[in-house]
């Protein structure tokens, strides 16, 4: 049971990160917490820890635990990651998805343009999400959705700031890499998805080099 109620208090803590309930830069009190999650500070406490190992909080001496701030470089290392991640699971994911589950993709050619940020931003995670996840590497998938998760917090930030004007562009790039995919054009699935998180590299990092992150 107690480690049940660590890892609910973590997956919390993690999700409210992700979406910004939790703004970067956010004091994080560990009596606060405690008291919010009717819990010691010792649960509370392990799972500050892990948000730290995630990269998502760091500690300050003397002022304790903060939600950790947007970096551009950190923006700019998870972009890297990303590219270099999704072009390897979708190269396998031509070759070892079923053909039920590349059909099952047309799902999300189908989206209304005009949805809720937040609507769009899951949206867009569990297409990107449901590609990695065709990939029969195990272990190559984890890592990659856990950096997917990681990308909420950079669009909900540049969402806010400069809106999102080009949803039938993305729309669009979505289903391209859906028909090589289907095709089972390995190579080109790849290239075509490494071009759509490229072009999202230029949108939200423009963003955030005139928010207030760190450098």
């Given amino acids: 049971m107690h480690g049940l109620i660590r ?23 560990e009596a606060a917490l405690a008291e919010r ?9 392990d799972a500050l820890h892990r948000l730290e190992v995630d990269r ?10 903060h939600v950790m701030p947007l970096s551009l470089a950190d923006a700019e290392e998870l972009f890297d990651l990303r590219m270099v991640m999704e072009e390897a699971c979708v190269k396998r994911t031509s070759v070892n ?13 189908e989206v209304d343009v005009s949805l809720e940020p937040h609507l769009w ?3 867009n995670r569990e297409f990107h999400k449901v590609l990695a996840g065709f990939c029969p590497n195990k272990r190559l998938v984890e890592r990659t ?3 997917i998760d990681q990308f909420d917090r950079l669009i909900a930030v540049s ?9 039938p562009q993305l729309l669009a790039e979505h289903c391209d890499v859906i028909d090589a995919l289907q095709a089972r ?31």
């Fill in 185 to 215: 054009a390995g190579k080109r699935a790849a290239k075509l998805l490494g071009q759509h998180i490229g072009n999202g590299r230029k949108r939200v990092l423009s963003v955030l080099s005139r928010a207030v992150v760190v450098p």
């Fill in 121 to 123: 931003i899951d949206y």
């Fill in 7 to 29: 890892d609910e208090i973590y997956v919390k803590l993690r999700q409210e990160i992700l979406s910004c309930t939790l703004a970067p830069g956010t004091e994080l009190r």
């Fill in 37 to 45: 999650f009717d819990v010691s500070k010792s649960p509370i406490r």
């Fill in 159 to 167: 969402i806010s700031i400069a809106g999102m004007q080009n949803r």
């Fill in 97 to 109: 998805a079923t053909d039920e589950q590349l059909s099952a993709l047309d799902r999300f050619r």
């Fill in 56 to 65: 998502l909080v760091r500690v300050e001496p003397r002022r304790g635990y």
């Fill in 145 to 147: 959705i856990d950096v």
